[in-house]
């Protein structure tokens, strides 16, 4: 059964950092795109993150400069460093994973979520 268990949320203050893993199973992990999304209340799903299985990194302008996406492949692991967080971060994040040709920046090519963990940026 495919698992994706996110970890490293929590409350951080404006300006501060967080790394975020997701430990995958059940999936041939280096074969697949990974990626992160973040949902606020209220607010539709939103791409932040992708890394191809070849390295290869795409992000959102939002998240651009201060994020970064990475992946361990000895420990099917994906990670999000998340730095100069702000309030407007605050949302729950979702690991996601996809091995079709098209990219995690489409959500329709997600084929596995997360249960996702949150992350609150207070002022």
């Known amino acids: 059964q495919v698992q994706l268990v996110e970890s490293g949320g929590g409350l951080v203050r404006s300006g501060g950092s967080l790394r975020l893993s997701c430990a995958t199973s059940?999936?041939?992990?280096?074969?697949?795109?990974m990626g992160w999304y973040r949902q606020a209340p209220g607010k539709e799903r939103e791409f932040a993150a992708q890394?191809?299985?070849?390295?290869?990194?795409t992000y959102a302008d939002s998240v651009k400069g201060r994020f970064t996406i990475s992946r361990d492949n000895a420990k099917n692991t994906v990670y999000l460093q998340s730095n100069s967080l702000k309030p407007e971060d605050t949302a729950v994040y979702y690991c996601?994973?996809?091995?079709?040709?098209?990219?995690?920046?489409?959500?329709?090519?997600?084929?596995?979520w997360g249960k996702g963990t949150p992350v609150t940026v207070s002022s």
């Open positions: 996601a994973a996809g091995a079709r040709v098209g990219p995690l920046t489409s959500i329709y090519n997600v084929e596995y």
């Open positions: 890394i191809g299985w070849s390295g290869g990194t």
């Open positions: 059940g999936i041939m992990f280096s074969t697949y795109t």
